[in-house]
């Protein structure tokens, strides 16, 4: 059974960097297309960032220029460095393979981005 670990959130000042940890166990990373996902109070889970076959890394717009996605494949641990952190980056954030199946998510962790 796959288990998703997310760590890494806090609070940050507007303009500010985090970097979010996945770890999975049960399943290695390099065998999924995997994402980041985050969830806003009162909105739906988005899809913000991926990375795909070959390592193709793809953004949301909205993240495109400050955000990076990355594996660890001998750690089987996935990465998402947050630059220029914004309030529109607030946000419950998760990750999770990408595609038609999704495993069960994990708690998250929450990102808040406030002065």
């Known amino acids: 059974q796959v288990q998703l670990v997310e760590s890494g959130g806090g609070l940050v000042q507007p303009g500010g960097s985090l970097r979010l940890s996945c770890a999975a166990s049960g399943i290695p990373f390099s065998s999924n297309a995997m994402g980041w996902y985050r969830q806003a109070p009162g909105k739906e889970r988005d899809l913000v960032a991926r990375?795909?076959?070959?390592?193709?890394?793809i953004y949301a717009d909205s993240v495109k220029g400050r955000f990076t996605i990355s594996t660890d494949n001998a750690k089987n641990t996935m990465y998402l460095q947050m630059n220029s952190l914004k309030p529109e980056d607030t946000a419950v954030y998760y990750c999770?393979?990408?595609?038609?199946?999704?495993?069960?998510w994990g708690q998250g962790t929450q990102v808040t981005v406030s002065s």
């Open positions: 990375i795909i076959t070959g390592g193709r890394t």
């Open positions: 999770n393979r990408v595609g038609s199946y999704l495993w069960n």
